[in-house]
């Protein structure tokens, strides 16, 4: 689980790979649109997850959601509005920016199929796509508490 300590300032290199990552890529479409190595990325994932506070293993929903509250990198633009999501499917959401893990109260077999159909829904390309669009859609505030870094505003 994070920390309440401010994070640090992502690198220029970092938040190149950020702004893919929150766009819906994945680590290795990253790699082939920036013409990195996969090892690359994954450092830079890692040391991404350092700076804010994340487990080092921490799934990338998590990340990208500690990305968007730290605003150091904005959610992607969307055309279309929120679609109108369920009492379940808003707590799914939650949980995935709350969590490294499901809750212990969640069943694993309903978390995966309201997932999947969230996905459809929403025409996410992947979990971490969804924390974007959540975002971007105003459905995830910021964490309480949690203030831009000093230069974030690049």
Not at 39 to 61: D, S
Not at 138 to 147: C, E, I, Y
């Amino acid at each position: 689980m994070p920390t309440t300590a401010p994070p640090r300032l992502l690198t220029p290199g970092e938040l190149r790979v950020a702004e893919l990552l929150v766009r819906g890529l994945s680590p290795g479409k990253i790699a082939a649109d920036l013409g990195l190595s996969r090892h690359t990325v994954r450092g830079r994932l890692y040391r991404m997850r350092a700076k804010l506070h994340c487990p080092p293993r921490c799934p990338r929903p998590l990340l990208v959601h500690l990305l968007l509250t730290s605003r150091q990198v904005t959610p992607p633009e969307v055309q279309r509005p929120a679609p109108p999501l369920s009492p379940e499917e808003l707590r799914l959401l939650h949980v995935l920016a709350a969590h490294h893990k499901p809750m212990a109260d969640v069943d694993f077999r309903s978390f995966r199929r309201v997932l999947k159909g969230l996905l459809a829904k929403t025409e996410a390309a992947n979990a971490a796509h969804l924390m974007a669009l959540a975002h971007a859609w105003k459905l995830l505030g910021a964490r309480q508490g949690t203030a831009a870094p000093a230069g974030a505003s690049r």
